[in-house]
């Protein structure tokens, strides 16, 4: 069955470290990735997308996820993190071919970055 | 442009009572999507439409009805309230590219008392 993990349900750091929210897949081929942020009370936002091409995303408000085949792994990245940073983020995948229509969700991480 | 809204933003439902959440965008998007969000359970897909006149049942669909009369609005209904309906509420949508992001509404926070 097509999943998408984010194994940890809470990530915390410190302002000014780098951060990592990881994401890995399982679906077959080679699938969309996907990257929201949902801040409190608010819908979700897109953040990236991996379609094809350079391994390594770039997005928005300094995020960048990495997109490793092998390890069917989308890693959210950021150098330093901000507190305004703090809010939930999900990882969800779609299938390139057959019943596309559908995104396949993570349950999220929350993210806490103290100052 | 609006992007998506979604009507209303909050609701207390008693059980057994029925109402209809709306969903309206102005992106000319072909696919739109209602999900629910619960703590710890990331979102679960109720209904979703590929096109006006069209719609199709996601994961949790029990209780819930769904419409797609117009290509910009997206209705969906509880016939009867029960708590465990007790959400947040979100509608999304999207052009009908794979690639494409989902653009999401602000939800609707629904207690069923």
């Known amino acids: 069955a097509q999943s998408v993990a984010q194994p940890e349900d809470q990530v915390n750091v410190a302002e000014g470290n780098p951060l990592t929210v990881k994401c890995t897949y399982s679906v077959s081929g080679n699938p969309y990735l996907f990257w929201y942020v949902q801040y409190p009370n608010r819908g979700l936002q897109f953040l990236l997308k991996?379609?094809?091409?350079d391994n390594l995303v770039k997005g928005s408000y300094g995020f960048e996820a990495e997109f490793n085949k092998s390890q069917t792994s989308f890693h959210l990245k950021k150098p330093s993190a901000l507190v305004s940073d703090s809010a939930l983020y999900f990882c969800?995948?779609?299938?390139?071919?057959?019943?596309?229509?559908?995104?396949?969700w993570g349950l999220g991480t929350s993210l806490a970055v103290n100052p | 442009n609006a992007g998506v809204t979604q009507t209303p933003k909050f609701r207390v439902l008693k059980t057994g009572q029925s109402m209809t959440l709306l969903c309206a965008q102005d992106?000319?998007?072909?696919?739109m999507y209602w999900y629910r969000q619960d703590p710890g359970m990331g979102l679960r897909l109720i209904h979703y439409s590929v096109g006006e006149g069209t719609t199709a049942k996601g994961e949790v669909p029990d209780g819930y009805n769904v419409s797609r009369l117009k290509k910009q609005n997206f209705l969906l209904g509880l016939e009867s309230a029960a708590p465990s309906q007790t959400s947040v509420y979100f509608c999304?949508?999207?052009?009908?590219?794979?690639?494409?992001?989902?653009?999401f509404g602000p939800g609707t926070r629904l207690t069923v008392l």
């Open positions: 992106m000319n998007h072909e696919y």
């Open positions: 991996y379609i094809t091409g």
């Open positions: 999304a949508s999207q052009t009908g590219l794979a690639a494409d992001t989902q653009y």
């Open positions: 969800a995948v779609r299938d390139r071919a057959g019943n596309n229509r559908k995104l396949i």
